[in-house]
């Protein structure tokens, strides 16, 4: 053998030992990524070769009003499935009796039902999609388990159709949601189960009756909402819309007491029953999305703090001439009107923004701004327990765009954006002693589970005695000027606002405006706070003649369904 064949073969065996070499080594990367790096993923793929789980849905909680009439309910819908593994591994003698009882039960003919299941594969075969609750009886009492068996499949129905629609939402096919539904999805949602079928023994000896972790349905959930005050509130703000040829507003009603919402309702609004035959738009609750320059209600909270502060009395008096120049920009009352020598009563009673403007100038910038940032919670959120809250806004000094006339715009409700439940749980405060409630929805979750942060109070946002002496003058705003928003024999507080909607850009359009008016009642123990907003009305503008008279419909409906006494009376006892 010569030098060079001897150096070929051995140039064979290295080349052959390289090739042997790098096969073992790829073998143990990849005996080390499946034992060790994937062993669980491994283990899963084994476990599915010998076994199949099947989920058991839990049954969804219902949702009730406060006084336990049913808002959201998932009825029952039982399906029947087959298992053809199953069936296939029984005697001859089994397998008829398995056909000719559920073939009767089902409304099958036995040769239709037995093709099904001698033709189908593993444990799960749909055979019905829905059946009645007493063929589903029947068919549990013949003992067929687990050849057919029932799956219970519920379907979400709202009794009251578009009633409270955006306060409850909708639970889609994904188990996303919006409302209630959305917010409080983890505690109606439940725990699934599971059933548990063994593979290769399956039929012969072993496994032949499957492991079954029970669901555990969903807790039910109690609203502090008033079913009968709900249709109340959504009955006037249809009619109110209707009268000013608009399509939105907003209604809230709350229990300054306690931060509970009575009633909250917005147009438009959808049938949570046929929710996906609306724009998505429409599913957001504009009482707490819709933020909109509220104009002259707010005029209570900077009334509020300069009374509180000390800076200004009942007895103090301002000059309202009608127009006024402020940081070189003239400021004029909406009904152009000069007022004269004025009281802190007479500013709210006139509505008077000269007037107003002179009262944050007397408390200054600082103490305005803590008061409606701080104390009132003007851009922040409620902390209310419904999903996409906005916050809206306000300007402080030392923000980008922030000047002095802000001061004064602000004062009357212009410049800045709050909504609904913002002003109404601002307001509440006031009726209630200065002391501010969590607004909420939910009275109770059942079940055992825990529910979100619970309600409670938040802060005192101004002493009792400046409450008390705020109330007394939006009385008198509701007996003097606004005699629109006045039930007979009640004493009743509350303020108008007529804003003008911002413009894209340019200047705002005078006839274009959001009439409301936020009220409550009866003063010397309020059970009610009132918030009634009406977008762009086509017939009038003002609050008081728009809004104010929606409060007094619904507050004299409400004195009467809650039994509240006169104030004559309340006063005597």
Not at 73 to 97: C, E, H, T, W
Not at 395 to 400: A, E, S
Request: hydrophobic share 40%; glycine share 8%.
């Amino acid at each position: 053998m010569t030098v060079a064949t001897i150096e070929t073969h051995r140039r064979r065996l290295l080349l052959v030992a390289t090739l042997l070499l790098a096969v073992g080594l790829v073998l143990t990367i990849r005996l080390v990524q499946w034992q060790v790096l994937e062993h669980e993923q491994m283990r899963a793929l084994a476990e599915a070769q010998h076994s199949t789980k099947i989920e058991i849905s839990p049954r969804r909680g219902t949702i009730r009003d406060r006084n336990g009439r049913v808002l959201a309910i998932s009825l029952r819908n039982d399906q029947v499935i087959g298992d053809p593994d199953f069936f296939k591994a029984q005697m001859p003698k089994a397998k008829d009796y398995i056909i000719s009882t559920a073939a009767t039960i089902l409304d099958m003919t036995p040769g239709d039902l037995r093709a099904r299941l001698e033709s189908g594969e593993g444990h799960y075969l749909k055979l019905k999609n829905s059946i009645p609750i007493t063929a589903s009886k029947k068919l549990n009492d013949a003992g067929l388990s687990p050849a057919i068996v029932i799956e219970r499949q519920d379907r979400r129905v709202y009794p009251s159709g578009a009633l409270l629609a955006h306060t409850l939402g909708f639970i889609n096919s994904r188990g996303e949601g919006v409302g209630i539904e959305g917010s409080y999805n983890q505690q109606l949602s439940g725990v699934p189960g599971f059933k548990l079928f063994e593979g290769e023994n399956y039929g012969q000896g072993l496994g032949n009756v499957p492991s079954i972790t029970p669901a555990q349905d969903g807790a039910d959930i109690t609203l502090t909402v008033d079913l009968n005050i709900q249709y109340m509130a959504e009955r006037e703000l249809e009619r109110a819309l209707a009268a000013e040829k608009t399509l939105t507003g907003t209604i809230v009603i709350v229990n300054p007491k306690t931060g509970e919402i009575l009633a909250m309702a917005g147009r438009p609004t959808f049938d949570p029953n046929q929710y996906d035959n609306v724009p998505v738009s429409v599913y957001n609750n504009p009482v707490i999305s819709a933020a909109w320059e509220p104009g002259s209600i707010v005029k209570i909270l900077t009334m509020a703090a300069a009374l509180d502060t000390g800076k200004i009395s009942p007895r103090s008096t301002f000059v309202d001439r009608g127009s006024m120049t402020y940081h070189h920009m003239i400021i004029t009352n909406m009904d152009k009107k000069a007022n004269g020598t004025i009281t802190p009563a007479q500013i709210l009673q006139y509505s008077s923004n000269v007037g107003i403007v002179q009262v944050a100038d007397v408390l200054s910038t600082t103490a305005f701004y803590t008061y409606m940032r701080a104390n009132f919670g003007i851009g922040s959120r409620t902390g209310i327990d419904l999903p996409f809250e906005v916050e809206g806004s306000i300007r402080l000094p030392g923000d980008p765009g922030w000047n002095p006339v802000d001061l004064a715009t602000h004062s009357y409700g212009q410049g800045m954006a709050a909504t609904p439940i913002q002003m109404t749980t601002a307001v509440a405060a006031i009726a209630n002693k200065g002391i501010m409630m969590r607004p909420h929805v939910v009275a109770g979750v059942q079940g055992g589970l825990e529910s979100p942060e619970g309600p409670g109070p938040l802060r005192r946002v101004v002493k009792s005695e400046t409450a008390a002496t705020l109330t007394d003058m939006l009385v008198s705003v509701v007996e003097t000027t606004v005699t629109q928003a006045r039930v007979p024999g009640y004493r009743l507080a509350g303020k108008t606002g007529t804003a003008l909607i911002p413009p894209p850009e340019g200047t705002y359009n005078p006839d274009e405006t959001i009439a409301s008016f936020i009220g409550y009642g009866p003063a010397e123990d309020p059970r009610f706070v009132i918030l009634v907003r009406i977008d762009r009305p086509q017939v009038h503008q003002t609050g008081a003649d728009v809004a104010a008279p929606v409060f007094r419909n619904i507050a004299q409906w409400l004195l009467a369904y809650l039994k509240i006494p006169p104030s004559d009376q309340q006063t005597r006892r």
